[in-house]
Nanobody, 119 residues
Framework: QVQLVESGGGLVQAGGSLRLSCAAS????????MGWYRQAPGKQRELVAS???????NYADSAKARFTISRDNAKNTVYLQMNSLKPEDTAVYYC?????????????WGQGTQVTVSS
């Protein structure tokens, strides 16, 4: 059973920082792309940032210059460092990973972690 477990969300004032973590566990052979998405109330889920197995990074325009995605392949973990947070960054943040296990290849999602930025 493969699962993703997120941590690091919370309440922060505008201009502050948070670091999200997402660890994959289970019978994993390899992890391809990993990424972070977010969903604000009444809005669709959107990509924030992604990183390939070769560490190629991709960011939404809203995240560029403020957020940094990274991964530790030895720990099957992806991180999202968020700086200069704005109230509009308030959302539930979801981790996503394309994981090759012993039995299948598929996308997995974490349970989500709430990020609230107060003005």
């Amino acid at each position: 059973q493969v699962q993703l477990v997120e941590s690091g969300g919370g309440l922060v004032q505008a201009g502050g920082s948070l670091r999200l973590s997402c660890a994959a566990s289970g019978r994993i052979v390899m992890i391809n792309d990993m990424g972070w998405y977010r969903q604000a109330p009444g809005k669709q889920r959107e990509l924030v940032a992604s990183i390939s197995s070769g560490a190629r990074e991709n960011y939404a325009d809203s995240a560029k210059a403020r957020f940094t995605i990274s991964r530790d392949n030895a720990k099957n973990t992806v991180y999202l460092q968020m700086n200069s947070l704005k109230p509009e960054d308030t959302a539930v943040y979801y981790c996503n990973a394309q994981i090759i296990s012993i039995t299948r290849v598929r996308d997995y999602w974490g349970q989500g972690t709430q990020v609230t930025v107060s003005s």
